[in-house]
Each structure stands twice: as structure tokens, then as C-alpha cells.
């Protein structure tokens, strides 16, 4: 068994983000014609920077999504693999998952569902009692 990897960065020590429901977050993304996504990276993002104090902020994410979407894939995947590894854990996803969006369609939907999967999971495991909304 492999050692653990230390902590990066300092503790983690802010506020706790709200777990989304996936299927929500894909729904109203559909019924939305993707304008839902600017939405859920201004929330991720200010819960992200909330947590750790590090990284992008909300506004930043709306401002890139808005204008160069792609990059927010790479972006909050590196953010939330940083979070995962603050705390010694291994994370469920890395930088690379950026590259789903070069599958049309079906690789962002791959994406948003493995991202807000892995948020969900860090939030409920580190002590949300909070059900998956929006």
C-alpha cells in the first residue's frame, strides 16, 4: 500500500460548501441552453475560495466561464484536487479531467457529473449535513 501524500498548501479550515444534485445541475443546465453553468461556477468557485482562502473566486470563474469556458474545466479540477490533497487524500479527480470537454456534448456532461461528484463527496464527508440542492 502506497504511503499517503502529505498535505499541500496550508489547513483547510473555511466554511463548508452546499452538495448539488448532479442530475439537477444536468437538467437545468439542458433546460437553461447551458446558461446554468456560469451559475454553478460562480457558486463552486466562491465555495472553493471560501474553504481555503486559495484560488479563483467566484467571480473570476463566472468572468472565464462566460468567456473562455473550457478553461473552467481545467481550472475547478485543479482547485478541487488541491482541496482533496490539503487534507491528505487521495483526490477522485485531477487537472486532466479538463480534457473532457474535447468529447462534444457527452464529455461536459462527463465532467459536470464527476466534479460535482467529487464536490459532494468532500463536502458530506467533511461534515455538510446539508441534502444535495442547488
Known sequence: MPAPTP????????PLGTPRSRGLVILLTIVTFGIWTIVWSYQ??????QRTGQGLGGVAYLFITLLIS????????????????????????????GLWFLLPIIGN????????????????SNGSTQKPGL
Open 7 to 14: 498535505p499541500v498548501g496550508g489547513p483547510v479550515s473555511g
Open 44 to 49: 463552486n468557485g466562491n465555495e472553493l475560495k
Open 70 to 97: 473550457p478553461v473552467t474545466m481545467f481550472l475547478m479540477a485543479g482547485e478541487v484536487e488541491q482541496l482533496y490533497r490539503a487534507e491528505g487524500k487521495e483526490p477522485p479527480i485531477t487537472t486532466i479531467w
Open 109 to 124: 456532461f462527463i465532467w459536470y457529473i464527476r466534479i460535482q461528484g467529487a464536490l459532494n463527496d468532500y463536502w458530506t
